[in-house]
C-alpha cells in the first residue's frame, strides 16, 4: 500500500473533519458513527482511527476545526473594510448564518453541550 505525503495525509483528515461536521449536523451527534463519517469522507472506517483515537476526539477535532473555519471568516470580514459598526455586522451575520440557520447545527449544538456532562474531552472543550 502505498504512503500518503504529508500533504494528502492533511488532506485526508481534513476531509474527515468535514464529513463529521456534516454527518453530525446531518444525523445528530448521537446518531453519529465512525462508519458513516468514514462513509461520508470515501475512506476506509480503519483509516479514521489513523487519525483519532475514539469518536469523541473525532467530534473534538470537527468541533474545533468548524471553529477555526467560522473565526477565520470572521477576522476576514473584519478586515474586509467600512466602518467598525459594518465589519461586525458582515462578521456576526456570517456567523449566525453558519451556526443558526444552517439546518441541524442549532440542534447538533445541543447535543454537543449535554454530552460535555458525561464527556471530559467535549466538557473542556465547550
Known amino acids: 500500500m502505498p504512503r500518503l505525503t504529508t500533504d494528502s495525509h492533511e488532506a485526508r483528515r481534513n476531509r474527515i473533519l468535514k464529513a463529521a461536521r456534516a454527518v453530525i449536523v446531518r444525523d445528530g451527534l448521537r446518531a453519529t458513527t465512525t462508519h458513516a463519517v468514514a462513509r461520508a469522507a470515501g475512506v476506509p472506517v480503519g483509516s479514521i482511527y489513523t487519525y483519532f483515537a475514539d469518536k469523541d476526539e473525532l467530534v473534538w477535532a ?62 473542556d472543550l465547550v
Do not use: C, Q
Open 62 to 123: 470537527s468541533i474545533v476545526a468548524a471553529n477555526r473555519e467560522e473565526s477565520e471568516a470572521a477576522l476576514r470580514n473584519m478586515r474586509a473594510g467600512g466602518t467598525a459598526r459594518e465589519r461586525l455586522r458582515r462578521a456576526l451575520g456570517d456567523w449566525f448564518a453558519y451556526t443558526i440557520d444552517e439546518p441541524g447545527v442549532a440542534r447538533a449544538l445541543s447535543e454537543i453541550w449535554a454530552e460535555a456532562a458525561t464527556k471530559p474531552l467535549i466538557r
